[in-house]
């Protein structure tokens, strides 16, 4: 029945009921009486009930006219409010990301604005976690994932972002006259600290540099990049770690390659998506802008 139901008819019971007079509802509609009791007769027609009792030139709610004059009115205002919210909105789209925390503090963070910048309609969600999540079931647009790459559903689109260069990393301080970092060598004489999450471990770096030993059984050890970086711009020792997360800790002196910014190559992330969602705008923006920004980087 709800198919063949008027929205006119509605509007004109709604106002009605709530002046309790069709000459009232009339004026607020800009329509004549009788239109207004034209409407409601064809609605009590349709759901097969009376809604109002026409006393001389009065009209007094039915029950049933009471109580659904209490649902439609409490419809009016939820449509109402939604109108509200919609016209107060400063952005028409939400851009919700999911991404590993060290992408997301060394690398994402720093640069959002530069994307609002050129997307200001879309507010941009961030959330950081290391578990991956299932696209299909929750409410993320993009997934930033870390590591080797995982069976997806069927829908995914899986793109892999550019590969990265691993190289040793510490504060300038760390280096002195007693304790120099002018060979590789030297590393045996400060303390390495461990990422336990990288595809790459100090393991890895001495497979590629044999001459190098190294006790990497010794050293400082966490289980997130960001971390890792932390610590040695504190100055606890010589971290493991890509250039693409210490951009920021590499321009302003903070840090420093000792040997240099040539190192093991790694593709690490990849970006994930939605087949039935990658030609929404906001979600085409975001894999340009992020794109162009990683080649700008691997360029610079």
Known sequence: MHNRISLKAVQAFEAAARFESFALAADELFVTPSAISHQVKLLEELVGVRLFHRVHRAVVLTDAGRK???EISAAFARIDAATRNVVGAEKSDILAIH?????ATQWL???LARYSALQPDVDVRLN???SPVDLMQ????????????QLQPAGTLVLPLPPETIVPLCAPGLITEDRPLASMEDLGHHMLIHS???LVTWRDWMRQHRKVKLDISRGLRFD???????AAVDGLGVCLDSLLLVERELESGRLVAPFGRTGLQVQAYTFNVLKSKVDLPKIRSFQHWLFSEL???GAS
Do not use: L
């Open 295 to 297: 080649s700008e980087d």
């Open 138 to 149: 929750e409410e993320f647009d993009v997934d930033i994932r870390y590591g080797m790459r």
């Open 68 to 70: 659904y004059a209490e």
């Open 109 to 111: 963070m720093p640069r």
């Open 224 to 230: 997130r990049s960001f971390m890792s970086i932390s």
């Open 99 to 103: 991404c590993t925390p060290s992408f």
């Open 196 to 198: 336990v999450r990288c």
């Open 128 to 130: 950081a976690s290391v």
